[in-house]
């Protein structure tokens, strides 16, 4: 259990402010820590206010609300559940099983069939529709039939772009309910409105999992739990009547509470990391959870700075994001927080969000009962506040056997080099695969790393290698010499039994005592108040102070304090030298030149940050 008290009670401060802003009349919100409800509150009331007052008890984590869009989360998971069951296939044609799509007039002649795929990840072509399709809730079949026999216009071509559908989703419902009034007896309409969609997400995905404050139809719901929806008029709040279930429930028609969500979300939580232990009751697999998950459709990328701890104003963190879409789910790739997955809900009377950190297990969701009410930023900071207090880990990476194994052997072959023993070729023989003296030829890569021992002297060699992992074959280490370090660096093949497919080997001297002194007096004007070039360092004619200390203040605005790496060296003993430099927000690399090294006068510095990854 992660210790977060005191970012619980950021937590609680940040929906406090939420409320404070008069956006609903009640809300809702939970913070799950391993997949489970950890901490949950409520503000405002859990009756009808017209009044900016708030009569009653403030919601809990029992209050059932409408949950709008976040419904799409589950009419995904039908589809893959049907998927799974070999029912459809997700390249399917959607007129395969909507016949009244057999005729769809495409966009353009060299249009693809619109499919399934391409309805899931919103890339099926369609306008955005949020307005219009919040309004087609209760359409009944017989409507929903006649719309769909008039067609319907397209903006791109299928599976060319993303556009948020909410028409498209619809359209999964009809076939998740065409399919399951087919195949068995979850039957015809009812009265109430209810399809053979709706039984088949209540049957086989909603009582499995013991989601029993899940509801399409608001009559379902116990009337002490159920949370009024409400829209903002100039002297305070007007009640929403609520919308039947029918044709368009498969895009936003649920209502739920915190409790039930946190153990939906639980669920896509504990779908990760792959393994091998035996699968829990959940009716989806873990695989197609995790499927659900991932980025199928590029949306949106993004950029920006954000404060590195609060009232820090000249301190700042570069953050970048890749959004995608997944299968009913949102996916983003953040560069100071990895991957985050999300959903919001915005209908009339209600908005609603969740969202989750897988590498943590860490999620928030908050249900609120006014139009569009747009909890999402306020669940953002909620988690990122429990981030913030345990950082930002990494999904643990474990080596194959045969990546540790070979790290030792090659070690073994390279301490060859140079010695009385010689370089082993019996050894490099089982060692590489048939690519790597095709690459280099033998002889010169033997060349270079003899040349590069004689650089930087005697390696020590005490003890296994300490790998630094880039994935499960791909693994990175250093040996410490008399003059420098080596660094090595292997991939393994594919194939069985596996080899060395590539084998770098960098030799970095270490910088002389007038090159040390010169970086970790740059270092310091970083940290300083205001960076630029020291007028004590002595430069050549062509190099552009100026251009040194723009680029100075402007790594200085993104973030700091600045430490020198634990090897500053230069690669393979040529110039210029190349420092590596962290901060919080980004690394960098300094690179220097000199056109007198002995007298440290600087031909050219270059500070130049290294490209963030989102993995």
């Known amino acids: 259990m992660i210790e977060i008290s005191e970012a619980i009670a950021r937590v609680d401060q940040i929906f406090q402010a939420f409320h404070d802003r008069r956006i609903a009349p009640g809300l809702a919100y939970g913070l799950l820590i391993d997949g489970r409800l950890v901490h949950s509150g409520g503000f405002g009331s859990t009756g009808a206010a017209t009044t900016d007052g708030n009569p009653g008890q403030p919601p809990d984590a029992d209050s059932v609300f409408r949950i709008a869009s976040m419904t799409k989360s589950f009419t995904a998971s039908a589809i893959l559940l049907l998927r799974d069951r070999g029912w459809l296939g997700l390249d399917d044609p959607v007129s395969a099983y909507v016949p009244e799509l057999s005729d769809l007039v495409l966009p353009t002649a060299d249009s693809p069939a619109l499919t399934i795929r391409h309805l899931l990840t919103m890339s099926g072509g369609l306008p955005t529709d949020d307005a219009w399709g919040d309004r087609q809730e209760s359409l009944d079949p017989d409507g929903f039939n006649a719309l769909l026999n008039n067609g319907f216009r397209f903006v791109t071509a299928p599976g060319t772009a993303f556009e948020y559908s909410n028409l498209g989703y619809a359209i999964l419902g009809r076939i998740i309910g065409g399919i399951a009034a087919a195949s068995d007896d979850h039957g015809a309409p009812d009265t109430a409105g209810r399809t053979a969609y709706h039984r088949f997400v209540e049957t086989d995905l909603l009582a499995p999992l013991g989601l029993a404050a899940t509801f399409y139809d608001f009559a379902d719901v116990p009337p002490d739990r159920l949370m009024p929806g409400h829209r903002r008029v100039t002297d305070g709040w007007v009640p929403e009547p609520f919308e039947r279930p029918g044709a368009f429930s498969a895009m936003g028609g ?271 004007v970083l940290n300083s108040p205001d960076p630029g070039w020291p007028d004590d360092i002595a430069t050549g004619p062509a190099f552009d102070r100026e251009r040194f200390g723009y680029a100075a203040r402007l790594a200085s605005a993104l973030g700091g304090p600045f430490e020198l790496g634990e090897r500053p060296a230069n690669a393979d003993g040529g110039m210029p030298w190349v420092f590596d430099v962290h901060s919080p927000a980004l690394s960098w690399q300094l690179s220097l030149e000199f056109a007198d090294e002995a007298n440290a006068v600087v031909a050219s510095c270059a500070l130049a940050p290294v490209p963030v990854s989102t993995g």
């Open 254 to 524: 649920l209502f739920s509470s915190v409790r039930d969500l946190s153990r939906w979300v639980g669920g896509f939580l504990d779908a990760f990391p792959p393994r091998d232990d035996a699968e829990n009751q959940h009716p989806l697999s873990r695989a197609s959870r995790r499927e659900m998950q991932q980025h199928h459709r590029f949306a949106t990328l993004a950029a920006g700075l954000r404060a590195t701890s609060p009232g820090t104003a000249a301190r700042s963190a570069l953050r970048a994001s890749s959004s995608g879409y997944g299968f009913g789910l949102f996916a983003e790739h953040f560069t100071d927080r990895g991957e985050i997955i999300s959903h919001s809900g915005g209908y009339p009377g209600f908005g609603s969000h969740m969202r989750w950190h897988p590498a943590t297990g860490l999620a928030v969701i908050a249900l609120a009962n006014s139009t569009y009410a747009g909890p999402a930023d306020a669940a953002t900071h909620a988690l990122n506040a429990v981030l913030d207090q345990v950082g930002r880990p990494n999904r643990p990476v474990a080596p194959w056997p045969d990546t540790v194994q070979a790290a030792a052997q090659v070690d073994q072959l390279l301490s060859g080099v140079g010695s009385d023993g010689g370089f082993d070729h019996a050894l490099a023989d089982r060692l590489f695969a048939e690519n790597v003296d095709l690459d280099q030829p033998r002889g010169e890569r033997i060349a270079a790393l003899t040349a590069g021992v004689e650089r930087i002297g005697v390696i020590d060699r005490n003890g296994p290698p300490e790998l630094t992992l880039h994935g499960p074959a791909h693994a990175t280490w250093s040996r410490p010499a008399a003059a420098g370090v080596q660094t090595v660096t292997v991939r393994l093949s594919p194939e069985s039994p596996v080899r060395v497919q590539t084998l770098t080997v960098q030799a970095r001297s270490a910088p002389p005592a007038e090159v040390s002194q010169l970086v970790a007096r740059l270092i310091a």
